[in-house]
């Protein structure tokens, strides 16, 4: 079976790609090829930072990989927190993270927004990018403790549940992740 490293240090987006995969092919870790350091993230794009996380693995490791870059994109605040969702409070605790993001929203009423995932493949050198968003809204105040990240406060379209509250299988039907992936696969087969 086809082995590609899933350039990550997030053990959750493992969970949620190895799921979605369903076996077609063996992710490898970044423990696994002995990467331990932290992946750079300075390009100030989400489709920049996940291309950069999956050519500093493949340039210092010498091995085909991929990479996920994701944020939540949020109308009323302009699309922040974006490419910082995961430091928007300035650290990475995502308690601080989703309080500091219901601050900014206190009183306003649009709140819409969705999650993107841009997945960049690199395989014999060459790049490819794939990508998925959910649209949905921001909750009033934190639900479920399931998932990671932003999930509690993550309403998907079509739903009254959070993401927190919501299954594995349900949030891996319509995530932006899960998208992101399918596209993937389908380019490997
Ligand atoms: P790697 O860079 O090592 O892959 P990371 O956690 O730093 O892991 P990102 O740089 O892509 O990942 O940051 C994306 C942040 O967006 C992530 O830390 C979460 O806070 C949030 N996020 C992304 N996908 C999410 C999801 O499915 N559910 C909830 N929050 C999510």
């Known amino acids: 079976m ?26 490898l870790t970044l423990a696994e090829i002995g990467c331990t350091e932290e992946l ?13 996380k999956a050519r500093y693995v493949t340039d210092h490791f010498q091995i085909d990989c991929f990479a996920d870059d994701s944020g939540l994109e949020v109308d009323a605040l302009n699309g922040e927190p974006g490419v910082d969702t995961a430091f928007y409070s300035g650290s990475r605790d995502h308690a601080k993270n989703m309080a500091f993001l219901l601050t900014k929203l206190d009183g306003i009423t649009n709140r819409r927004a969705r999650f993107r995932s841009v997945i960049t493949l690199v395989q014999n050198g060459e790049e490819d990018q794939f990508e998925g968003t959910v649209e949905g809204r921001i909750a ?50």
């Open 140 to 189: 009033t105040n934190l639900q479920g403790e399931g998932g990671f990240g932003y999930d509690p406060i993550f309403i998907p379209e079509g739903y009254d549940q959070t993401f927190g509250e919501l299954s594995m299988e349900i949030k891996n039907g319509m995530s932006h992740r899960a998208k992101a992936v399918r596209a993937l696969v389908a380019f490997l087969a």
């Open 2 to 27: 086809k082995q590609l490293c899933f350039a990550t240090n997030n053990a959750h987006k493992i969970n949620e790609v190895a799921f979605a995969l369903g076996g077609a092919f063996e992710i």
């Open 40 to 52: 750079p993230e300075t390009t100030g794009t989400i489709s920049g930072n996940s291309r950069q």
